[in-house]
């Protein structure tokens, strides 16, 4: 049996692929949407992956240290380590800020580790891990630094020696890695100015500088330099005990806040990105919905372009069903062309955006299904026009 | 285009569905989450691994001296300024006298009275002595004449009663030249006394040194103990060094050090460990060690911020991994081997580490396996992995 709708498309395949190409651009954008909103779901989960920690142990009543700010003192994870359940305990801090390099200034999270310890960095790249208990860093690479550069952060300058992938902020911001004293000191420390004009401010204090006690005032204005808090302690829970019970005894006796590996996806996923992804699963749906629309009316208009041949085919006693069936096919023939051509599109130009784009292959079959179950809906308006041309146009005007 | 033949129409169909379908195949298995996962590797070797520590401190003076009076008063005046170098002795200031200059007067003037006084007492004595003699002499006559029956017996008496009084008179005397005397020795005492008070006041340079402070100036009231001027001796700098607690096994007096300062990062400068602090710094966790030049650069300042590598003794012939190829999984540090196309994770027990990032692996690993270095995604036993030189997007 001849194909009817085979050999139409022969008849006129330059149009029907240059269609399925144009199709395809569309539905390669709405993949896209989805990626995007699935790489910011990705880029939360991995940055508690890489985190390695099974606790995250904060201030007490806050949802730090992404979501909000939080700040612990920095021997509080000595007390952690001789907790039932803690195998490791590290402490780690978080900063956004401006990162330079020479004339250029990068937006990053810098964060102080511990080597070794949870926080790490988890895999490289490029370079080697920190070996210097100061002045050397690990950035990520979206931050654009290459190992070798001279980096500024706050006060000193700090070498790149570790290049990492896909370590980034919640907000999309690269992560650079440095030393946790270093960053300590970049958290807390202020500029010279500041510093010498506190110095100046404690000095005209005269309760604080008083002739008869000749060391006071020094011993005040070190204790003014000094920060010892960091952001967070980072925990692994020791094999056979359940972070949540861990969590939940540290909530009760020691006046912090611990969030478990769920609690912390939760808080990132519903709370830190919410707004944004429903800002893009907004926009993915009026996409697909376009995009339905669209291909309705692409089929509908090729069906109208054929009109006189449907009604020749009727002439000759061409079955509804079969004129129907080549409508059908060729709808999802384009519906085919389209998705393998929006694939493949949102492939090529998905690396290229600034934040991680994510395509899923579930989201590809899903998209697979939809696309398919649209081109049937859109051909039932196109059929609905082949069935109703009455044979007779095959020979008038 | 005209070739000798036409090539049916559907053969190019045919051609564009099989491209765009192997494209997809390609898209769908060499991107995104089922894409085998780029890695580098290199095989285990033997090498020597340099370990070193490294701290940062700061230059000080290990010799310091704060000058100031030992007793409250206000300063006169100070005749050094910062950057002078002294030299032991030098007066450098001087406390304000009040009315000690004034109690020196007085009390030398007292001790020319006590003189006086001797002198007068002196003069007493002879005075004493001579009326004694003649006394004497008049007794001796009177006796001879009372012997003879020429004078009465009372006359004689009488002369012998004036003989005894002068030399009463004569005991008399003398002892008040030894009082006079004592009280000499003591005004004289008090001139002393008075002088070293005053000396105290002059605030002198205790070694040859460099002034490095210079805290109150003329007219200032400073309290015992508040220091005027400070000293240092410049041969005697050395650094502080602070070292993590956490990376400092092998410290040592002895080790040497290459020094860097902030003031001079293009220069470095050797070094020795002198002494490891037997007390850390239990706040900070950090080690103290203290770490003199070799010979102390031209210029350097006390409190001037310095880098300082420490170098451990060199493990030789260690079989070595970078540090990169190491991974946590779980509490367990190891890396993954790579062989036949299949990864697996080896815990691996570690040695020394060298500052340029090679690990000396003690088990777990044979010389001419093949680990993973870097690898584009985290990864897992279950991941397919694709050699490559280099990972994307960085240079090889």
Redesign the interface.
């Known amino acids: 049996m001849i194909s009817l709708a085979g050999r139409d498309i022969l008849h006129s395949w330059s149009k029907f692929a240059l269609t399925g190409l144009g199709l395809g651009l569309l539905i390669g954008v709405t993949f896209t949407m989805a990626g995007v909103y699935r790489g910011m779901v990705d880029d939360a989960k991995v940055l508690l992956n890489n985190s390695g920690a099974d606790l995250w142990v904060v201030q007490k009543d806050t949802l730090g240290p992404y979501a909000e700010p939080s700040s612990v003192h920095d021997d509080i994870y000595r007390g952690l380590l001789g907790f039932p359940g803690i195998a490791q305990a590290a402490n780690v801090t978080y900063l956004t800020m401006q990162v330079r390099r020479g004339e250029r200034d990068v937006r990053a999270m810098v964060v102080g580790f511990v080597p070794g310890g949870p926080g790490e960095p988890r895999y490289l790249i490029a370079g080697r891990r920190v070996t210097r208990s100061h002045y050397e860093a690990v950035a990520d690479l979206s931050a654009g630094f290459a190992v070798g550069d001279r980096i500024r952060i706050r006060r000193h300058e700090y070498t790149v020696v570790g290049v990492t992938r896909r370590m980034v902020s919640s907000g999309g911001d690269p992560m650079v890695f440095i030393p946790l004293k270093d960053a300590q000191e970049a958290q807390f420390l202020k500029d010279n100015d500041a510093i010498v004009n506190e110095r100046a401010r404690t000095a005209n204090n005269p309760a604080l500088n008083r002739p008869g006690v000749p060391g006071l005032l020094g011993a005040i204005e070190a204790s003014q330099t000094s920060g010892r808090t960091v952001n967070a302690v980072l925990v692994r829970v020791a094999s056979g005990h359940s972070p949540d019970r861990v969590a939940a005894e540290l909530r009760r006796w020691k006046h912090v806040q611990a969030f478990t590996r769920a609690q912390m996806e939760d808080i990132l996923v519903a709370k830190l990105i919410a707004t944004a992804s429903r800002q893009i699963g907004m926009f993915l749906v009026i996409l697909t919905i376009v995009s339905a629309a669209i291909v309705a009316f692409i089929i509908y208009t090729m069906t109208l372009g054929k009109i006189r041949e449907i009604a020749v085919l009727k002439l000759i006693g061409t079955h509804n069903s079969t004129i129907a069936s080549m409508i059908l096919q060729q709808a999802l023939g384009l519906g085919v062309i389209g998705f393998v051509v929006g694939k493949i599109a949102a492939t090529i130009w998905g690396p290229a955006f600034p934040r991680y784009v994510l395509l899923e292959p579930w989201d590809a079959v899903i998209g697979f299904v939809l696309v398919m179950l649209v081109c049937v809906l859109a051909s039932t308006l196109a059929i609905r026009a082949a069935l109703r041309v009455d044979p007779a146009a095959a020979i008038g005007g | 285009m005209t070739w000798g033949f036409r090539v049916p129409?559907?053969v190019?169909?045919a051609v564009?569905g099989v491209g765009?379908?192997s494209?997809?195949a390609w898209?769908?298995t060499q991107?995104?989450?089922?894409a085998p996962i780029p890695v580098t590797v290199t095989p285990v070797v033997r090498a020597d691994v340099a370990p070193a520590l490294?701290?940062?401190g700061t230059v000080e003076a290990r010799r310091a001296y704060v000058i100031g009076p030992t007793a409250a008063g206000r300063v006169r005046r100070v005749l050094v300024d910062v950057g002078d170098s002294v030299t032991a002795g030098q007066l450098l200031a001087e406390m304000e006298p009040v009315d000690l200059d004034a109690r020196v007067t007085a009390t030398a003037a007292a001790a020319e009275r006590g003189r006086s006084a001797v002198a007068a007492a002196d003069a007493q004595v002879r005075d004493a002595g001579s009326r004694h003699a003649w006394a004497a002499t008049e007794a001796r006559r009177t006796d001879a004449l009372g012997a003879a029956g020429v004078v009465s017996q009372s006359a004689v008496d009488a002369a012998r009663q004036a003989e005894q009084s002068a030399a009463a008179q004569l005991i008399a005397a003398e002892a008040a030249v030894a009082a006079a005397r004592r009280d000499l020795a003591r005004l004289e005492a008090d001139i002393g006394g008075a002088q070293q008070q005053r000396s105290n006041l002059r605030l002198v340079a205790p070694v040859d040194g460099l002034v490095t402070a210079r805290d109150v100036e003329p007219g200032s009231?400073?309290?015992a103990?508040?220091?005027v001027l400070r000293l240092e001796d410049p041969r005697s700098v050395w650094i502080s060094v602070r070292?993590?607690q956490?990376?400092s096994a092998g410290l040592g007096a002895g080790l040497t050090a290459r020094i860097t300062r902030r003031a001079d990062p293009l220069t470095e400068v050797a070094g020795t460990v002198v002494r490891v602090e037997p007390i850390s710094d239990a706040?900070?966790e950090e080690r103290i060690a203290k770490v003199a030049f070799d010979r102390p650069p031209d210029g350097v300042s006390s409190g001037e911020m310095a880098?300082v590598t420490l170098a451990l003794p060199v493990v030789g012939d260690a079989v070595v991994v970078?540090?990169?190829s190491?991974?946590?999984r779980?509490?367990q540090q190891g890396v993954w081997r790579y062989a036949d196309g299949q990864l697996g994770f080896v815990p691996v027990t570690t040695g020394a580490?060298?500052?340029?990032?090679t690990v000396q692996i003690l088990e777990g690993l044979q010389v001419g396996d093949l680990v993973v270095?870097?690898?584009?995604?985290?990864?897992d036993d279950r991941s397919r992995v694709t050699v490559v030189p280099?990972?994307r997007?960085?240079?090889p």
């Open positions: 129409r559907q190019w169909v564009v765009l379908l494209a997809l898209v769908a991107s995104g989450p089922l490294f701290g940062i009231t400073v309290v103990g508040q220091a070292l993590d956490a990376r706040i900070t880098e970078p540090n990169a190491l991974r946590h779980g509490l580490e060298g500052l340029d990032g270095v870097y690898s584009e995604r985290d990864l280099a990972i997007g960085v240079a």
